[in-house]
């Protein structure tokens, strides 16, 4: 009732806003009550709320807006603040933010005619012991005006860090996926004994030089059913999640090198910031 009182005062005069909220029953606020309630101090949680509001829009703001109460509570704990994961909720409706939801899954993995095919090491069972000893990979696309833009993601499933990527006008294997394969096996110094690399179906995932490229690295091959997202689920999930919280958020897109701009400050936003369940 302050509130609207407040933004209604200049327009009418605080007596006869505050009697016609009476005489519709929306209020029984006076004049008197609201000038008083007006030179009252503020109280602990008003202050504490005035602090935390433009906080809460910062943290959202630097994390690519797309945090929900869950991510932003622990983000908040993380900085310091005692806060409850209820108020930091109604905090987040009252400086108007809020997560951002998941479209429905688009499937673009044109299957491989060969007959031979690596066997599914996996199985589903997305868990490593340690580093480098399980990576997934998978392959998306983004609308542009040019034309489409192509990313490659292998991801690393013991620490969830995307090690190696690559955004390319063309899904050629020689070029899209292997220069991400590249990239990984370079921060790994070349060697990847006893690595299992997992993939989808892809033609470009199971051509020659792609396949060849990981024995040479001394890593074994793994490929789960055709046209089964879930034996691929968590490159699928990184590829979801890209897709969410920077194309669909900060498209249009005009041309591949801005696409691959962007997908460099976000894997290192991933890769170094962003909270993982």
Same mark, same amino acid.
């Given at each position: 009732?302050? $509130?609207?009182?407040?933004?209604?005062?200049?327009?009418?005069?605080?007596? +006869? $806003?505050?009697?016609?909220?009476?005489? *519709?029953?929306?209020?029984?606020?006076?004049?008197?009550?609201?000038?008083?309630?007006?030179?009252?101090?503020?109280? *602990?949680?008003?202050?504490?709320? /005035?602090?935390?509001?433009?906080?809460?829009?910062?943290?959202? *703001? /630097?994390?690519?807006?797309?945090?929900?109460?869950?991510?932003?509570?622990? +983000?908040?704990?993380?900085? @310091?603040?005692?806060?409850?994961?209820?108020?930091?909720?109604?905090?987040?409706?009252?400086?108007?933010?809020?997560?951002?939801?998941? #479209?429905?899954?688009?499937? =673009?993995?044109?299957?491989?005619?060969?007959?031979?095919?690596?066997?599914?090491? $996996?199985?589903?069972?997305?868990?490593?012991?340690?580093?480098? !000893?399980?990576?997934?990979?998978?392959?998306?696309?983004?609308?542009?005006?040019?034309?489409?833009?192509?990313? *490659?993601?292998?991801?690393?499933?013991?620490?969830?860090?995307?090690?190696?990527?690559?955004?390319?006008?063309?899904?050629?294997?020689?070029?899209?996926? +292997?220069?991400?394969?590249?990239?990984?096996?370079?921060?790994?110094? @070349?060697?990847?004994? @006893?690595?299992?690399?997992?993939?989808?179906?892809?033609?470009?995932?199971?051509? $020659?030089?792609?396949?060849? !490229?990981?024995?040479?690295?001394?890593?074994?091959? #793994?490929?789960? =059913?055709?046209?089964? #997202?879930?034996?691929?689920?968590?490159? /699928?999930?990184?590829?979801?999640?890209?897709?969410?919280? +920077?194309?669909?958020?900060?498209?249009?897109? !005009?041309?591949?090198?801005?696409? /691959?701009?962007?997908?460099?400050?976000?894997?290192?936003?991933?890769?170094?910031?962003?909270?993982?369940?």
């Amino acid at each position: 009732m302050i $509130v609207f009182v407040d933004k209604m005062r200049d327009r009418f005069g605080v007596e +006869l $806003v505050c009697r016609v909220m009476r005489q *519709a029953e929306v209020g029984f606020l006076t004049a008197r009550g609201y000038r008083a309630a007006q030179a009252r101090p503020a109280s *602990a949680r008003q202050l504490r709320d /005035e602090l935390l509001i433009p906080e809460i829009t910062r943290l959202h *703001a /630097e994390n690519y807006g797309v945090y929900g109460v869950r991510k932003m509570h622990a +983000l908040l704990r993380r900085q @310091g603040w005692v806060i409850g994961r209820d108020q930091t909720g109604r905090l987040m409706r009252i400086a108007g933010v809020h997560g951002v939801k998941r #479209s429905k899954k688009v499937f =673009t993995t044109k299957s491989a005619p060969a007959n031979e095919k690596p066997k599914d090491l $996996v199985q589903r069972r997305f868990t490593a012991d340690a580093p480098r !000893r399980l990576w997934v990979a998978d392959v998306t696309y983004v609308a542009t005006w040019s034309g489409f833009a192509y990313v *490659a993601f292998v991801t690393d499933v013991f620490s969830r860090r995307i090690v190696g990527w690559n955004v390319a006008s063309t899904l050629k294997a020689d070029i899209l996926p +292997l220069q991400a394969l590249n990239m990984a096996a370079w921060a790994a110094d @070349g060697n990847l004994d @006893g690595l299992v690399y997992h993939a989808d179906h892809g033609s470009n995932y199971l051509a $020659v030089v792609y396949t060849d !490229r990981i024995e040479e690295l001394s890593a074994t091959p #793994s490929t789960g =059913t055709v046209g089964d #997202s879930f034996d691929n689920a968590m490159a /699928e999930a990184v590829n979801g999640l890209y897709k969410t919280e +920077l194309i669909r958020r900060r498209g249009p897109w !005009r041309t591949v090198e801005q696409v /691959e701009l962007a997908t460099l400050e976000y894997v290192w936003w991933w890769n170094n910031q962003r909270l993982h369940g």
